[in-house]
């Protein structure tokens, strides 16, 4: 059950894939998670609106949680990871990194450059609750 007096998660997502981007949704809906979600189907995007969260915090409050595509059309996931990474107001935000690779390099390459959380799609509702209660942002009541 969704507890309407708490605040709700702000989650950026960037996934160039409707059909996972629906996933997401649908998984996050499930665990009864109470967020609101921002997503972009490229890296570019996303960048400029975390700049205008910068510039204006009141009307685009920064995200608390990032879901990002390792592979995207232009600037791939993993660049954006790090540009993330690199800046100190975002530095410290959870990313959890989605991708159908299975390749090690991509794996250590997340970690690397600060990703929290490394999930192969499609995953299930019990990982990702568990990778949420990790970072202590999911209350299931």
């Known amino acids: 059950m969704i507890d309407n007096n ?6 950026m ?13 649908h998984k996050l809906f499930k665990l ?4 609101e979600m921002t997503s972009f189907t490229q890296a570019e ?33 993993l ?6 990474k690199s800046h100190p107001e975002f530095a410290k935000i959870p990313v959890i990194m989605m991708t159908v690779s299975d390749k090690i390099e991509d794996l250590v390459s997340t970690y690397k450059h600060g990703g929290t959380f490394f999930m192969r ?8 609750q568990e990778v949420l209660a990790q970072l202590k942002i999911w209350n299931k009541i």
Do not use: C, H
């Open 6 to 11: 708490s605040p709700k998660l702000r989650v």
């Open 13 to 25: 997502a960037v996934e160039d894939n409707a059909i996972d981007l629906e996933f997401l949704k």
């Open 32 to 35: 009864t998670m109470a967020y």
């Open 45 to 77: 995007d996303a960048l400029f609106f975390l700049q205008k969260s910068l510039d204006d915090p009141q009307s685009n409050p920064l995200p608390q949680l990032f879901f990002l595509d390792l592979k995207l059309p232009g600037e791939s996931g």
């Open 79 to 84: 660049e954006l990871l790090k540009k993330i």
């Open 121 to 128: 799609k499609p995953w299930d509702e019990k990982i990702l």
